[in-house]
């Protein structure tokens, strides 16, 4: 997914650039709806059913089993999953939103400059989630809880990320604040990853697509409430 920002950035500033921004959002359109045709054709069932492997199971996490939502939404692992995702939705809010108008209007970037530094965000995020899920796997296999190995990884990521996102609006534009950036906005993301990984842990098989869908629901409301309070 992060490689798409870098695919498309370039390509996106010269049809902009060249034809306007409403040309931009009809190249968008017309790259998704070629997606879903795609998508039609190409996409199939997986090769695990959910339902038909859990009924199988005797145990009550992988079986047939359900527990309350009231139970699992107000658990201490959810909500803190969904507050750590509200903040780093919020910092990829800004990213679509607001960033290359900040670059251009407040920091003197061209356009073209503007799209390699978020061409760039895209590239350190796919750094770090790659980074992430090893050092993740590492940590597990030495004994460390996932409390820790995925849960304080994730919210330190997110925490440190802000602090360099501040860091950035007090300096001048230079390469060492594109650096400060990238891993600003690109640190952060390594959350949505985690935290589906730590949801699926507790919630039964049976609920884990209707659990993961709330998480999805709740984290990206900060797409709706960012960009007015930001700009």
């Keep these: 997914g992060a490689f798409g920002g870098i695919a498309v950035a370039p390509g996106l500033t010269w049809v902009i650039s060249n034809h306007g921004w409403h040309a931009g959002f009809f190249a968008v359109g017309v790259a998704g709806l070629i997606w879903v045709a795609m998508w039609f054709f190409i996409g199939k069932e ?110 330190g990521s997110v925490t440190i990320a802000g602090l360099f996102i501040m860091l950035s609006v007090a300096m001048e534009p230079s390469t060492l604040q594109n650096i400060v950036l990238s891993i600003g906005f690109g640190l952060g993301l390594v959350t949505f990853t985690t935290s589906a990984v730590l949801i699926s842990e507790f919630v039964p098989v049976l609920q884990r697509g209707a659990a993961l869908g709330i998480y999805v629901a709740t984290v990206t409301l900060s797409g709706v409430i960012c960009p007015t309070v930001f700009g």
Excluded: E, H
Aim: aromatic share 12%; proline share 2%; with cysteine.
């Design 46 to 155: 997986g090769p695990y059913a959910g339902a038909s492997k859990a009924s199988a199971s005797s145990s009550i996490f992988d079986g047939k089993a359900r527990v309350s939502y009231r139970y699992l939404l107000l658990s201490r692992t959810f909500i803190g999953a969904c507050c750590v995702g509200l903040a780093a939705y919020w910092a990829l809010a800004i990213v679509s939103a607001w960033l290359p108008a900040y670059l251009r209007n407040a920091q003197g970037y061209s356009a073209a400059q503007a799209a390699n530094i978020v061409m760039s965000v895209s590239l350190t995020a796919m750094f770090f989630l790659v980074t992430q899920a090893f050092v993740t796997q590492a940590l597990m296999k030495r004994g460390v809880s996932s409390r820790v190995a995925r849960g304080a990884l994730a919210s």
